[in-house]
């Protein structure tokens, strides 16, 4: 069926990625109200105006042994894609990070003549053998970087790259990293961040709160919060927080961080967030044991924490799997705790990170590639 009005299809498998993608949708709805968006995307790019075609809540996974069962949905979701592309004959095809299950669609989007953009580009950079790249160059028209190290690294293999600025950022508004001090006339608060997907989350919040029980032992007034991922029921978390007194915080995961101390926080999006809020905290990641010997043998990178690899040294520690341990985390929070210059020094250093990431607005500079690229 042909359709008079212009559509833009989106792809954006994850939590992070529809969070970053949505602001862009609102900006594209305000100038152009004829526009339709269909395609993947979570409850944020709803929001903003998407037309989900596929439930947001199985693409929830990561891991080379994790993502074996869902294969059988990821083929289809991917054929449910390129046939919608062949149907709806889209203005352009966005893809937002997740190269595994997004350049099958390029391609198809190409042999269509539609034309492609990539927003979040792939990790590239860390991959011994810069995985994607070639095929980024043949099938993307526009790349939309959101680190500034990333324009660099891209160009030297296609032109078609631009660093659009950063959408945890421009989340922030004009408010600056607060100046952080230990609380003198409350507890401590802290923060645990467990991940957005199911996996993660079982592996990690009893880990997290295991370290705050030992914390306990010389600071027995901390309060604990730990973050609901919106794409997880509440139920999901009642086993592990039986039995503590940690608090479940049902609300945007950077108004907890706002009111937090010290946090724990599985790397990925989140660690950049908590780093510009100027808040110390401990990037803690474990995944199987097959998966990160796979992984560690393709990617050739110092850190994994977004804000160390921003700064490119070590600003917060990274305990990694065997690493990660209820006695190490409980020993970073307990140094920081016990030492007043350290917790300032490390809260300066993440605020600092700000400056280097710039000032673009990635909504409006996306938008604008968006409709360049498609036309409109």
């Known amino acids: 069926m042909e359709n008079s009005e212009p559509i833009i299809i989106f792809s954006a498998e994850d939590l992070s990625g529809d969070q970053n993608v949505a602001p862009t949708i609102s900006a594209l709805k305000s100038a152009l109200p004829q526009l339709r968006f269909v395609g993947i995307g979570g409850p944020a790019m709803v929001t903003a105006g998407l037309e989900p075609v596929l439930p947001f809540e199985r693409f929830s996974v990561m891991g080379f042994q994790e993502v074996v069962p869902r294969i059988p949905f990821m083929l289809e979701a991917q054929s449910t894609m390129k046939r919608l592309m062949k149907r709806l004959k ?9 190269s595994g299950f997004n350049m099958p669609l390029a391609k198809e989007a190409k042999r269509l003549g539609i034309p492609v953009i ?11 053998k810069n995985k994607h790249v070639a095929n980024l160059r043949d099938l993307a028209l526009q790349l939309a970087v959101i ?3 990333e324009e660099e690294f891209f160009k030297k293999f296609f032109p078609h790259v631009c660093f659009v600025g950063n959408p945890s950022v421009e989340a922030l508004g004009n408010a600056d990293a607060p100046a952080r001090v230990l609380p003198s006339n409350r507890p401590v608060r802290l923060a645990i961040v467990p991940g957005s997907r199911r996996q993660e989350i079982t592996k990690m919040l009893p880990l997290m709160l295991e370290a705050a029980s030992k914390l306990r032992h010389n600071h027995p007034n901390i309060e604990i919060l730990v973050s609901k991922s919106p794409n997880q029921p509440k139920k999901m978390y009642e086993p592990f927080l039986a039995g503590t007194d940690a608090k479940l915080f049902d609300g945007p995961m950077i108004s907890m961080l706002d009111e937090c101390d010290i946090a724990a926080v599985t790397s990925g999006t989140a660690t950049l967030q908590t780093a510009l809020r100027g808040l110390p905290h401990a990037v803690v990641y474990k995944t199987s044991a097959i998966t990160f010997h796979i992984v560690k043998r393709a990617v050739d990178i110092r850190w994994i924490g977004l804000p160390n690899i921003v700064a490119q040294k070590t600003v917060v520690p990274e305990l990694i799997q065997d690493a990660a341990t209820p006695e190490a985390l409980a ?25 280097s990431l710039g000032a ?8 604008a590639i968006i409709r360049k690229c498609a036309r409109i």
């Open 331 to 355: 020993a970073v929070f307990e140094n920081w705790l016990s030492n007043n210059t350290e917790y300032a020094r490390v809260s300066g250093e993440l605020a600092n990170l700000r400056g």
């Open 147 to 149: 680190f500034p190290f």
């Open 360 to 367: 673009k607005k990635p909504s409006l500079e996306l938008a």
């Open 90 to 98: 889209p203005a352009a095809l966005v893809c937002v990070d997740s």
């Open 118 to 128: 990539w927003f979040i580009a792939p990790m590239s950079w860390a991959w011994k």
